[in-house]
């Protein structure tokens, strides 16, 4: 079984941001993760991993990405015991909720099986300097939660 995947959806790049810092904070404790697009990967490939990482922006009043939709249905034929997660993305506060589609994620993958490794991670728009610093730092955190030390 491989180590770590991150999939994303990202409309104007921020939670790509997200998932490239978070992948170079596991790539420091000595992983490659695997990170894709949404778009181009399916749910069912996240059972052949030990950590999951998903990253949503939240769009409207709290919907996840229609790239995502079909991808959360999915989800509901999958089985992630014993398999750690965690989910970070890109939210604007000027909505009623405000990084909705991470809260949505986290609740999916905990009902399917996932561990929780770390609260689910919102930025407001895009990331600042520090953001992607925690991000870094989520990384090697998810990474030690699988047993690899930097």
């Known amino acids: 079984m491989s180590k770590i995947i991150i999939v994303y959806a990202s409309m104007s790049g921020n939670t790509e941001e997200l998932a490239e810092a978070i992948a170079a904070g596991i790539q420091e404790a000595g992983i490659e993760p695997v990170l894709k697009n949404v778009m181009d990967t399916n749910a069912s490939e996240?059972?052949?991993y030990e950590g999951v990482l998903l990253g949503a922006y939240t769009w409207?009043?709290?919907d996840l990405p229609d790239e995502f939709e079909d991808f959360y249905d999915?989800?509901?034929d999958i089985n992630l015991d014993g398999?750690?997660?965690g989910v970070f993305g890109s939210a604007d506060s000027s909505y009623t909720y405000f990084?909705?589609?991470v809260d949505t994620l986290e609740e999916k993958l905990a009902e399917i099986g996932g561990e929780k490794v770390f609260d689910g991670f919102k930025v407001e728009l895009?990331?600042?300097k520090?953001?992607?610093?925690q991000c870094h730092e989520l990384?090697?955190?998810?990474a030690t939660a699988l047993g690899v030390s930097a």
């Open 46 to 48: 996240l059972e052949k």
């Open 60 to 62: 409207g009043d709290g």
């Open 74 to 76: 999915d989800m509901d």
């Open 83 to 85: 398999r750690k997660f």
């Open 99 to 101: 990084g909705k589609a």
């Open 126 to 128: 895009n990331p600042s």
């Open 130 to 133: 520090d953001e992607k610093q």
């Open 139 to 142: 990384g090697l955190k998810f």
